[in-house]
């Protein structure tokens, strides 16, 4: 059975301040793919990202970079230099191949303070 | 484009009463999802369909049931609402090919059931 874990259930930081938000993404299957999404305040879901199983680079975009490490099954999402509108809760979203299908974690709220 | 679009946005119901949630896409996607998010529970699947025509069961269907009669339209019954059924509701939709299968999410529609 595949079970995703995103620990840390709030952060708060002071604008500026880079945070990292961690997922851990247990399962016996090699390939997978993997979503990041933000929700903020008003609600919608926004797409930030998709990466596969097959690839540990780093990706970078702007202020955001994501840091795939296969051997511990965590994908984690940097923000540097955050900033207020940042604040929102950020979902990590893996998905079994073939299946189309995404198993969501819990969520992690991030608040970035002025 | 629209994207994926939701009707209503807000609804209150009584026990007991049923209703009817709209999903409509117009990026021609063929897999259509319905999710409820609750509290610190991220969001969990009800149901999805992979085709005009068929639909099958998620990871927390009893109490709905849906519809895809039109490749575009994915329909969310509640044929008897319960209290435990007060949520954010999302439809969403997405390609089934690897690569081009990230999922879209509507804007949403906030349920209560008193």
């Known amino acids: 059975a595949q079970k995703v874990t995103q620990a840390q259930t709030e952060i708060s930081v002071v604008e500026k301040e880079d945070v990292t938000l961690d997922c851990v993404y247990e399962t016996r299957d090699t390939t997978y793919y993997l979503f990041w999404y933000k929700q903020p305040p008003s609600g919608e879901l926004v797409f930030l990202i998709r990466r596969n199983s097959f690839d540990e680079q780093n990706e970078i975009s702007g202020r955001y970079s994501w840091n795939f490490q296969k051997s511990t099954s965590s994908f984690n999402f940097t923000i540097t230099a955050s900033q207020v509108v940042d604040s929102a809760v950020y979902f990590c979203a893996p998905s079994p191949s073939g299946t189309y299908k995404y198993i969501f974690g819990t969520g992690t709220r991030l608040k970035v303070l002025a | 484009n629209a994207g994926v679009t939701q009707t209503p946005k807000f609804r209150v119901l009584k026990t007991g009463q049923s209703m009817t949630l709209l999903c409509a896409q117009d990026m021609n996607h063929e897999y259509m999802y319905w999710y409820r998010q609750d509290p610190g529970m991220g969001l969990r699947l009800i149901h999805y369909?992979?085709?005009?025509?068929?639909?099958a069961k998620g990871e927390v269907p009893d109490g709905y049931n849906v519809s895809r009669l039109k490749k575009q339209n994915f329909l969310l019954g509640l044929e008897s609402a319960a209290p435990s059924q007060t949520s954010v509701y999302f439809c969403?939709?997405?390609?089934?090919?690897?690569?081009?299968?990230?999922?879209?999410f509507g804007p949403g529609t906030r349920l209560t059931v008193l």
């Open positions: 369909s992979v085709g005009e025509g068929t639909t």
């Open positions: 969403a939709s997405s390609l089934p090919e690897v690569g081009s299968d990230t999922q879209y």
